[in-house]
């Protein structure tokens, strides 16, 4: 009878347990605001990122995070952009928020990308600019075989300043918010 008691007594512990373990079910949405900037150009992946809860995150009617709850966060891919094409992209992801009970519950989200703007627009101004330019010049110089050389040079001369300046990062910036949906089950221990 005793050992009965004992049994139906461990059992109910373990179950008081696992009732008051703090859960969060995988397609919750967790909001944060981003701590500091992210740029493809200097990011890397692993490197990690702090954020605060927007709001609260509440299960079942119980609110398990309060909003400007401590969150982590790490970068899961980062591309430096090119200086004539592929703009820059870092991708994160949310790794951690500390719940209402101080503890901290490890998650798997989904990731935000961001990506750089395209250099085609700033590009063919530049190279086209640089190509008017020259032609215009070489025009005045030395009449139409000026001009032609002239519309070489310029160009050339608009690539030169396109590759110069033509980074395109990727920027995360700081004070950004950002929802993540979780993609698996996560429990507090």
Do not use: W
């Not at 008691?5 to 605001?33: D, E, N, W, Y």
């Not at 299960?59 to 966060?73: M, S, V, Y």
């Amino acid at each position: 009878m005793l050992r009965t008691f004992g049994k139906c007594l461990v059992f109910l512990l373990v179950v008081g347990m696992l009732a008051s373990a703090q859960s969060l079910p995988a397609g919750t949405h967790i909001t944060v605001r981003t701590d500091s900037q992210i740029s493809s150009g200097t990011a890397h992946v692993g490197q990690s990122f702090r954020a605060n809860l927007v709001k609260d995150v509440v299960i079942d009617g119980k609110t398990i995070a309060k909003a400007g709850a401590p969150a982590r966060g790490k970068v899961t891919y980062a591309e430096s952009s090119g200086r004539l094409h592929a703009p820059g992209q870092v991708s994160i992801r949310l790794t951690s928020i500390q719940l209402a009970n101080g503890k901290t519950l490890a998650l798997s989200t989904s990731a935000f990308r961001e990506k750089g703007k395209s250099h085609t627009k700033s590009n063919v101004t530049k190279i086209g600019g640089g190509a008017a330019a020259g032609a215009v010049i070489g025009g005045i110089a030395g009449g139409g075989k000026g001009a032609l050389i002239g519309t070489a040079v310029g160009a050339g001369a608009g690539t030169g300043v396109a590759a110069a300046t033509g980074k395109q990062e990727a920027v995360i910036h700081a004070e950004t918010a950002i929802t993540f949906t979780t993609t698996a089950d996560a429990r507090a221990k």
